[in-house]
């Protein structure tokens, strides 16, 4: 627990893109500290699915995957992860259209992120995301 004059600890988070338009929308939208409680954010930046994996293995506090990236798209990437990865961080997918919000709970993702952005409302889902993974207990291997 982390007292009130003590700085809370740098937060982890990848976003999955292959334009580089849409990983800059998603930073510029969350910023570097969603909520006043939670430690700043370094960001991630991956172009290419096997990017995503590694850093994922390395560790990272939240992957938030662009539903619409090519040629391996955010959901199935997430359902991937899920599915494949012991303790996953927890994921949100970047739908471009709020018709997708239902495929998107297919991928498993924790949450869905709809283009375009809401800064309030995106870094707000992002923040409700990282206090759960926090107060998770970790998966020992």
């Known amino acids: 627990?982390?007292?009130?004059?003590?700085?809370?600890?740098?937060?982890?988070?990848?976003?999955?893109?292959?334009?580089?338009?849409?990983?800059a929308q998603v930073r510029q939208a969350i910023g570097?500290?969603?909520?006043?409680?939670?430690?700043?954010?370094?960001?991630?930046?991956c172009s290419r699915f096997d990017e995503v994996t590694f850093e994922v293995e390395r560790g990272v506090d939240l992957a938030i995957l662009d539903g619409e990236a090519q040629p391996t798209g955010g959901m199935g990437v997430a359902r991937a992860m899920k599915n494949e990865i012991r303790d996953c961080p927890p994921l949100a997918v970047l739908v471009a259209r709020v018709q997708d919000t239902w495929l998107?709970?297919?991928?498993?993702?924790?949450?869905?992120?709809?283009?375009p952005l809401d800064p309030v409302r995106a870094a707000q889902q992002v923040a409700e995301l990282l206090r759960a993974r926090a107060s998770e207990i970790p998966v020992v291997r």
Do not use: N
Request: hydrophobic residues 45%.
């Open 104 to 115: 998107a709970s297919w991928s498993m993702a924790d949450a869905v992120l709809t283009r």
């Open 1 to 23: 627990m982390t007292s009130p004059s003590s700085t809370p600890p740098d937060l982890t988070v990848l976003i999955y893109s292959q334009l580089p338009a849409v990983r």
């Open 32 to 45: 570097r500290r969603p909520a006043a409680d939670l430690g700043r954010i370094e960001w991630i930046e």
